[in-house]
């Protein structure tokens, strides 16, 4: 995926109301003529390799030409849930991990189990973690399109400064505390890194890292009142707490990405998305590099992406179903990878580590092998909503972190209850 997800409760709420009135199933196939699908998307910089695979599949399919729509990501799921409501939805888009099950579960999007056990499609040629991330109730909803893991970020111009070693494999939580006390720098404005109230980038990985969960395997439990994934959380409050981190007033008027792209985090917890906007910023492309993120008792990354799905409104569900596939194929892997985000089809992250050549990558590619699947339910939205409410209080110190936990849990398990 070419983005984190920070997800606006604005859109995320819009996402979890209830599709199933206006939900249905597509009609026929048009017996022959021309067909135009309507693919939509969130990422600007994504179009032009979207429209290259468009022109790909239609040069392979002269009957059916595809219509790339973008919506950039603050409104997409508004966008998209009106247009489902209102009888126009795209034939094929974009889908995520936390809405998924939503999606699927209200009927709007086409179950492609079948269809991919006819084509011989085989699965495993994606990462198992984002397989498992499109599929419900044992049924896979959509096909991987691309994928990314979480890595350090790191100014090399700071930590020379400092005489502290850039982050490699095998360094621990300890080593990245000891680091952090060393780069900090009160007297130019300089933190070590920013605490970022983030799941993706910061807080579930330590979560995992130190042997807890966000949710249980079967998506029915929290697991934020478990004593490693309070240590999970505390790895963050502590570093506030120690001064090594902005606190939570001035990260929320200035985002720690504004702060690395300034010089005045030493560190940024970030993803394979955030290679593009490193490599074009005038302050970064020349100092700074990624390393892998410090093992806790085990070494743990998130691994999200998206996937393309169907419209169960589509009037054309076979030429729909056959631009996904063609989307999931190894040629459009290769022709995303030279242009795009981390492609999900294993074996084609080549074009992609050499497009970035500039940076260490591969330490981003390596992080599949112990990555942990975007937590989510039904209906993540909702304690989405209350990891916000008392995590906030958390990090701004007004409540110690394992109450807020233990106070986010029980909510937590009640909304769970509700899906």
Not at 317 to 340: D, M, T
Request: glycine share 8%.
């Amino acid at each position: 995926m070419s983005r984190p997800l920070r997800l606006g409760l604005a859109a995320m709420l819009a996402a979890a109301l209830s599709f199933s009135a206006t939900a249905c199933s597509g009609g026929k196939d048009p017996a022959e003529g021309p067909v135009t699908l309507s693919y939509m998307v969130w990422d600007t910089n994504q179009v032009p390799v979207m429209k290259e695979l468009a022109a790909a599949f239609t040069k392979e399919h002269p009957d059916i030409t595809v219509d790339v729509q973008m919506t950039p990501w603050a409104d997409y799921w508004t966008k998209l849930r009106a247009s489902v409501s209102g009888g126009a939805a795209p034939d094929v888009f974009w889908m995520n991990g936390p809405n998924i099950q939503l999606y699927a579960a209200n009927k709007v999007i086409m179950p492609l189990s079948d269809r991919i056990s006819a084509a011989k499609i085989d699965l495993g040629a994606y990462p198992k973690a984002l397989v498992d991330l499109h599929t419900f109730e044992g049924k896979v909803y959509g096909l991987p399109k691309d994928f990314d893991t979480v890595g350090v970020w790191y100014n090399k111009e700071i930590f020379d400064a400092a005489g502290v070693a850039y982050p490699k494999d095998g360094w621990t939580w300890a080593d990245f505390k000891a680091a952090a006390a060393k780069l900090t720098n009160p007297a130019k404005g300089v933190f070590a890194v920013g605490a970022n109230l983030s799941g993706q980038e910061y807080y579930y990985n330590t979560i995992y890292q130190a042997g807890g969960q966000v949710i249980s395997a079967d998506g029915k439990t929290s697991g934020y009142d478990q004593p490693a994934t309070i240590e999970g959380l505390r790895f963050w409050t502590d570093l506030i707490k120690a001064g090594h981190s902005p606190d939570l007033k001035t990260m929320t008027d200035t985002q720690p990405l504004q702060l690395f792209e300034s010089g005045k985090l030493a560190m940024y917890w970030g993803g394979s998305w955030n290679v593009s906007e490193f490599s074009k910023n005038e302050y970064t492309k020349t100092r700074v590099d990624v390393g892998p993120l410090p093992a806790g008792v085990k070494k743990a990354t998130i691994i999200h992406g998206v996937a393309n799905v169907v419209s169960t409104k589509t009037k054309h569900p076979e030429q729909a179903w056959q631009f996904v596939q063609f989307l999931g194929s190894r040629p459009a892997a290769e022709i995303l990878g030279r242009s795009g985000p981390i492609p999900a089809y294993t074996g084609t992250q080549t074009a992609w580590a050499s497009a970035n050549a500039r940076f260490q990558v591969q330490y981003l590619l390596d992080a599949v092998a112990y990555a942990v699947p975007y937590p989510i339910s039904r209906n993540t939205a909702a304690w989405n909503e209350a990891e916000a409410k008392y995590l906030t209080q958390a990090y701004s110190g007004e409540v110690d972190v394992e109450a807020a936990a233990k106070a986010l849990a029980k909510d937590m398990n009640a909304l769970l209850a509700k899906e």
